[in-house]
């Protein structure tokens, strides 16, 4: 029985006794007898005791956040499906506008999980917490690790990092295009094509809230912002392998405000 419940009980009993006419006036008899000797009445009311709530066991805990994992891995899967033709659809226009050029589009995306062995070209690349642009030709795709994506959806769960990982892995496909077109393009040193990349997300990114094809959502800033920052010194990288974390994140705005031509020249 709660503690709230307990007092409500002594109340109500309280009550009964002063209703029945006994009271403490005149003689003393307490409850017992009143004024008039009549007996006073022995009712009494019983409010019974809630059920206290039990607590889940470990195997429902288990099962729950099972299949909470589940959801945000489909909802990654299900964005990743959208936002690629999307990015193809994207850079296929802009590339082709500015610079007549054809896009060499990745030929899909692939997932894996953890440590699951992947496979680029003969190359095996970092598997877990990891995406990455595959770029041998008849092997260029997108690749990355589904488990390490549906963490970032329990803090934000409107999916911006999916959107803003797989933006900078089309931002290394732009990069090819222009190496097989003989763009001269150099990046020096190496974090500086990273960072291109970061920078065409943002290009990606800007152009597709305008047009309205994504619909920026509360909370979306603080999502790509602290990737940035978090990547920008990550535990699989090595120190300065993808910029520093103020690199990461001026990288990002510089392309969201100043378009693909900026990110070209200055990255």
Not at 14 to 43: F, I, P, S, Y
Not at 47 to 62: F, M, N, V, Y
Not at 91 to 113: G, I, N, V
Request: proline content about 4%.
């Amino acid at each position: 029985m709660h503690v709230r419940q307990l007092l409500l009980a002594v109340t109500l009993s309280l009550l009964l006794v002063a209703c029945d006419g006994g009271g403490t006036g005149g003689g003393g008899g307490g409850a017992g007898t009143g004024g008039g000797g009549a007996e006073a009445g022995g009712g009494s009311i019983t409010i019974p005791s809630q059920p206290e709530p039990t607590a889940p066991t470990l195997g429902e805990i288990l099962a729950q956040e099972n299949a909470s994992r589940l959801a945000r891995e489909q909802k990654v899967l299900n964005d990743a499906g959208i936002l690629g033709p999307r990015l193809n659809d994207f850079w296929t226009r802009e590339l082709s506008s500015r610079y007549q050029l054809t896009f060499d589009a990745p030929d899909r995306y692939e997932w894996y999980r953890g440590e699951q062995q992947t496979s680029c070209g003969g190359v095996t690349e970092p598997r877990a917490d990891n995406a990455y642009y595959c770029f041998p030709e008849h092997e260029e795709h997108v690749a990355f690790d589904l488990a390490w994506f549906q963490q970032y959806l329990v803090n934000h769960p409107g999916g911006a990092t999916t959107f803003l990982i797989l933006a900078h892995e089309w931002g290394h496909a732009v990069q090819d295009t222009w190496l097989e077109n003989g763009g001269g393009d150099t990046w020096n040193p190496a974090s500086r094509k990273e960072l291109n990349a970061d920078c065409l997300a943002g290009v990606f990114l800007a152009a597709s809230i305008r047009d309205g094809t994504i619909v920026e959502e509360a909370g979306d800033a603080d999502a790509i912002f602290g990737w940035l920052y978090e990547e920008g010194s990550s535990p699989w990288l090595a120190r300065g392998t993808h910029g520093t974390r103020d690199e990461r994140q001026a990288a990002f705005v510089d392309g969201f405000h100043q378009g693909t031509a900026f990110c070209r020249a200055n990255y």
